[in-house]
């Protein structure tokens, strides 16, 4: 399934990262407090490693999402094809965001349901997030996975030189 392409701008997609991952951080602390932190039983072993498998599947399906992207046209005007690789790049952040929140808040769930207090969230949630953050973070090694995609046919997206210029 193509990606969508969504109008933005380096800034603003760098902007809708950090609000997330300090989102993510603020509710997960919220909730650790409110679930009395690690003063209950740790949960089992099994429970664990399930939540544990479902955070590497988080980040097999985050590390795929730029592999989904069509090459851009090496024939188009320079200007749009910079303008396409943003908005694409905004795309695979906001898919990658809901691959990673997906396996925070199953461990906030597992929080709440069970009798453990708030060591799923310390054990499956923190590493979550610290993969929410790897994962939408615009850094050199998440635009250049992205740009190679994208230049696969000979096009320059610069999308690189894009987020170094703000």
């Known amino acids: ?3 969508a392409e969504y109008e933005a701008s380096p800034q603003e997609v760098r902007r809708f990262a950090l609000l997330q991952i ?10 650790f407090l409110a679930l009395g932190g690690t ?24 590390e795929r999402v730029w592999l989904q992207s069509s090459p851009l046209d090496p024939e188009a005007d320079p200007a749009e094809n910079q303008r396409r690789a943003v908005g694409i790049f905004a795309a695979q952040t906001v898919r990658k965001l809901v691959f990673c929140e997906a396996i925070v808040l199953v461990s906030i769930l597992v929080a709440f349901v069970g009798s453990w207090g708030g060591w799923t969230i310390l054990l499956v949630g923190v590493p979550g997030l610290f993969l929410l953050g790897w994962e939408t973070w615009p850094g050199l090694r998440n635009l250049s996975m992205t740009a190679a995609m994208l230049d696969a046919q000979g096009a320059d997206s610069r999308l690189v030189e894009s987020f170094r210029s703000w």
């Open 22 to 31: 300090v989102l993510t951080a603020a509710f997960m602390t919220l909730i």
């Open 1 to 3: 399934m193509p990606l």
């Open 39 to 62: 003063d209950a039983d740790l949960p089992p072993w099994w429970l664990l490693g399930v939540l544990g498998l479902g955070l590497v599947a988080a980040a097999v399906l985050s």
